[in-house]
T-cell receptor, first 115, second 113 residues
Framework: GQNIDQPTEMTATEGAIVQINCTYQ??????LFWYQQHAGEAPTFLSY????GLEEKGRFSSFLSRSKGYSYLLLKELQMKDSASYLC????????????????FGTGTKLQVIP | DAMVIQNPRYQVTQFGKPVTLSCSQT?????MYWYQQKSSQAPKLLFH???????NEADTPDNFQSRRPNTSFCFLDIRSPGLGDAAMYLC????????????FGPGTRLTVT
């Protein structure tokens, strides 16, 4: 199974940089996702890491260390619209029939951006 | 635009009255999922389909059933809703190849009175 830990809430100032951490303990690992979820809406995909290192995509970057079971999402030049929950999700490496690999979501980090 | 559509967006049902939520997709993805999400909690996987193969999570109550009549459509049936079943129900799809990122529909918020 998977156990995923994220801080419950964070607050940051508009224009600043914030780092949201995620640690996981897994029986198998084949990739980590970050999703953004605004209140009352569905999650939307932000990033995917399967190898160690940093993946940069505009204002958002995601880092993975498989040996440490650790990832972070870095948000730069924060905007008010970045206020949302950020969900870390881990994909299992187990492959039952058909190649499907289960994804387990963390409870999310609620980020509040203040002026 | 390719997308995942859920209907209705808001559903009110009475305690014990069966309800069906629907999901359709134009992405032609093999895999479709149903999640239950309660306030401030992680989305909880109820079941998923890989093509026609149905996979039930071990802790999904028997009260929840699903149907996938074809690639594009998937239904969630709640046979006897209880107050504890009030939640957001999210449908998602993914391709069985590539990174496996999931595309979510807007969700159906279920209220049980």
């Amino acid at each position: 199974g998977q156990n995923i830990d994220q801080p419950t809430e964070m607050t940051a100032t508009e224009g600043a940089i914030v780092q949201i951490n995620c640690t996981y303990q897994t029986s198998g690992f084949n990739g980590l996702f970050w999703y953004q979820q605004h209140a009352g809406e569905a999650p939307t995909f932000l990033s995917y890491n399967v190898l160690d290192g940093l993946e940069e995509k505009g204002r958002f970057s995601s880092f993975l260390s498989r040996s440490k079971g650790y990832s972070y999402l870095l948000l730069k030049e924060l905007q008010m619209k970045d206020s949302a929950s950020y969900l870390c999700a881990v994909r299992d490496s187990l492959q039952p029939s058909g190649g499907y690999q289960k994804v387990t979501f963390g409870t999310g980090t609620k980020l509040q951006v203040i002026p | 635009d390719a997308m995942v559509i859920q209907n209705p967006r808001y559903q009110v049902t009475q305690f014990g009255k069966p309800v069906t939520l629907s999901c359709s997709q134009t992405l032609n993805h093999n895999v479709m999922y149903w999640y239950q999400q309660k306030s401030s909690q992680a989305p909880k996987l109820l079941f998923h389909y890989y093509d026609k193969d149905f996979n039930n999570e071990a802790d999904t109550p028997d009260n929840f059933q699903s149907r996938r009549p074809n690639t594009s459509f998937c239904f969630l049936d709640i046979r006897s809703p209880g107050l504890g079943d009030a939640a957001m129900y999210l449908c998602a799809t993914s391709s069985a190849t590539g990174t496996g990122e999931q595309y979510f529909g807007p969700g159906t918020r279920l209220t049980v009175t």
